[in-house]
């Protein structure tokens, strides 16, 4: 597991994404984090010798690892992902109009000289 216990996260997917907090305990075993002040629920207790009054806790709940990205810098990650996303559509464009029109071209060409070949012979049988 990449994350460490104090590490700035970025929660990437559920319903907390987009928002940023500190990594406060990790659970190697089930490959979860806790983040403190994200994926908050809400816990029902009964009264208990320890806790004399019961009721309804708001604590925060254990997301899997898969869900979280480590950041280091909050400014200049965010910049970073912007440029690269920018790049990557950039270069994904141009190489699909490159692949579109080679494979029309090889299609197009190949079967018509193969018809031409093959009806010459046929008539020169006859």
Same mark, same amino acid.
């Given at each position: 597991?990449?994350? /460490?216990?104090?590490?700035?996260?970025?929660?990437?997917?559920?319903?907390?994404?987009?928002k940023e907090g500190k990594v406060i305990k990790t659970?190697?075993?089930?490959?979860?984090?806790?983040?403190?002040?994200?994926?908050?629920?809400?816990?029902?207790? /009964?009264? !208990?010798?320890?806790?004399?009054?019961?009721?309804?806790?708001?604590?925060?709940?254990?997301?899997?690892?898969?869900?979280?990205?480590?950041?280091?810098? !909050?400014?200049?990650?965010?910049?970073?992902?912007?440029?690269?996303?920018?790049?990557?559509?950039?270069?994904?464009?141009?190489?699909?109009?490159?692949?579109?029109?080679?494979?029309?071209?090889?299609?197009?060409?190949?079967?018509?000289a193969r018809k031409t070949a093959a009806k010459a012979?046929? /008539?020169?049988?006859?």
């Amino acid at each position: 597991m990449k994350v /460490k216990v104090g590490d700035t996260v970025r929660i990437i997917a559920g319903k907390d994404k987009g928002k940023e907090g500190k990594v406060i305990k990790t659970l190697k075993a089930k490959n979860k984090v806790v983040v403190e002040g994200l994926n908050i629920i809400k816990k029902h207790s /009964k009264p !208990t010798n320890t806790n004399d009054k019961g009721g309804i806790f708001d604590i925060e709940a254990p997301l899997h690892v898969s869900n979280v990205k480590v950041i280091t810098d !909050t400014k200049a990650s965010k910049k970073a992902e912007k440029k690269e996303t920018k790049e990557v559509k950039e270069v994904k464009t141009v190489k699909e109009t490159a692949k579109k029109t080679t494979p029309k071209e090889k299609k197009e060409t190949a079967p018509k000289a193969r018809k031409t070949a093959a009806k010459a012979p046929k /008539k020169a049988s006859k």
